[in-house]
């Protein structure tokens, strides 16, 4: 799976991220079952961690 990811730009993270925060508003408004929130969270979590990682492949200067 992370493979997949490997290069998606932090720009594109970034609106993925907004993307699934809209959904999870959407789905708490709707009164949804925990089981669609859960995996809402922890596909946020996920998309959190590669903007991490690609924030840190962008910045993180490279060893000597």
Do not use: F, K
Not at 10 to 26: D, F, K, S, Y
Not at 29 to 38: F, K, N, S, Y
């Amino acid at each position: 799976m992370a493979e997949r990811h490997e290069h998606e730009s932090v720009e594109a993270l970034a609106e993925h991220i907004r993307t699934l925060v809209g959904e999870r508003q959407a789905l708490r408004a709707a009164v949804a079952e925990r089981e669609e929130l859960e995996r809402n969270r922890v596909e946020i979590a996920h998309a959190q961690q590669r903007l991490a990682a690609a924030l840190i492949a962008r910045y993180l200067p490279a060893a000597a």
